[in-house]
């Protein structure tokens, strides 16, 4: 399928950004051929241009759309205009009149009209997706359109081939623009995703059965006796803020060594960072492991013996620890090293904090990083105005053709786009 679609050994140059079309678009030749008849040369070029504008358009539906009118402009100087009234033109037309010694006559650069040839197909909603760079491809652009993942002036568009209208805004989701736009994972990127996300239904599960045993335990009477006991911290923000009191009260005494001091510091900026943030990852990268394990080492350094209250309420944690004898002879205590589910849920945030974290989950490689051979394609035409950052863009107005400038976007010259144009003119 691949290489009959993209023709490896018949030329076929697609909207896509795959490699094999970039490697097309370097032997594609002009049909123009001496030996062949205009009807020959006219039919080529049609089937040439039409592999690439609107493939997947039907060839009657294409028919219907084609119009001979071509939209254009010319750049006028307004103060020529205001100065004169056209007449000077007719100077030297027979009366004599010639241009001065030394002057060169004013060059007006050829509009290619002919390279506007499929400039309808351009209002099509797949096809400004693919310009707008939200997918790699029209067909993916398509499937976006169809799987309800657009959205066109704020309502859901699930036709590909509905033709946009000047001031017509339309969205994509940014997770889908993230998976056409990037890498692809690797077969050991893929396979960690499926080992993480059966580890997470294994833990699913088990919180599942061990709550079930816990309310079959429960008795009304016994639920009548016993005390109500304080809820445990799952959010991962309360967690972060509880440690940054622990840090704090770390600072406050007077036995840390200064360098100590400097990672506790450290430690709170990150924390502060992190509470800023939200995201939904939850994968730990190596260089996480390394950082949660700084930080932990950071939080057990030495405290000096207090006398404080074993309360629930106190910032240091109110289990027992060793004593340990220091150098002068006092006796100092070690604060409790963090748990298990301490260290996964500062896992969690940590990886929350970071902008573009490692998430297996994610149908593409993370972190994010674009696709190969992404830069020959990576250009926006003047007609739209593209908003990446909230994967939205405005189709600002109908494309048109200016002196020595098209706007449909085509790899191929004016001459082939002008034989397919009269292919299509006749047939009109």
Known sequence: MRNRFYGLKKVKVRQSWNKYNLYNLSRVKSPINQGQTFFQQKWKAKALTRAYHGE??????????????IRSVVPMNFEYLARYDGS???????????????????????????????APAERRLDTAIFRALFASSTRQARQFVVHGYVKVNGK????????????????????????????????????????????AKERKAMDSSGEGLEKKAETPEALDQSEPEPETLQNPKETLKSLMTKAKAILATQDVPAKKKQELRAFKRLIKTTLSRSTQSTTLTDSLEAQLLQLTRSLNISLPSTTSSTSTSSPISASESPDTEASDGTTRKLPAALTAEDERMLREALTEARENPIDSKKPYATPWRPRDFM??????????????????????????????LAEVPTPFPAEVNGLAFNWYLRRR
């Open 56 to 69: 997947t358009i039907r060839e009657k539906q294409w028919q219907r759309m084609f119009r001979p009118g």
């Open 88 to 118: 000077e033109q007719a100077l030297g037309r027979g009366s004599g009149v010639e241009a001065r010694s030394g002057q060169k006559p004013l060059r007006i650069p050829r509009t290619p009209y002919m390279n506007m040839v499929y």
């Open 156 to 199: 859901k568009m699930i036709y590909p081939g509905y033709q946009l209208n000047p001031g017509d805004m339309f969205q994509v989701e940014p997770d889908r623009v993230l998976f056409a736009t990037g890498a692809p994972k690797s077969t050991l990127e893929r396979r960690q995703g499926r080992v993480s996300q059966r580890k």
């Open 375 to 404: 830069s020959a394609f990576a250009f926006v035409p003047r007609y739209l105005e593209v908003h990446h950052k909230i994967s939205s863009a405005v189709y600002l107005r109908h494309p048109v053709a200016r002196p020595s």
